[in-house]
């Protein structure tokens, strides 16, 4: 398990930054995945922040890397939504070449 006891003095935001760097040189989740979490981390977003007492319990590990898993596909669906609500199929496709 990931512990975080030994750092009280951190805020939340630093222990969340701290965790994912660790889950990205573990090859858990990727470095775009990390990079978009230290994005929503840094904007305080809820459904990230929210992770931070599942990763402090103790035998909760999968739980909380599937629960980030969850966030990752969530923020990353609703990104795409925005940057192709206005494109067009034809567009989209010379894109993907």
Request: aromatic share 6%; glycine share 4%.
């Amino acid at each position: 398990a990931i512990s975080m006891g030994a750092t009280p003095e951190l805020s939340a935001q630093a222990k969340m930054l701290v965790i994912i760097d660790y889950l990205s040189r573990d090859r858990i989740i990727t470095f775009n995945a990390q990079s978009l979490l230290k994005g929503l981390i840094l904007a305080e977003d809820p459904a990230v922040m929210s992770l931070l007492p599942i990763v402090e319990s103790q035998g909760t590990e999968t739980k909380f890397i599937d629960s980030i898993y969850s966030v990752i596909d969530a923020k990353a669906e609703k990104e795409f939504d925005e940057l192709f609500r206005e494109c067009s199929i034809e567009v989209a496709k010379q894109a993907s070449k």
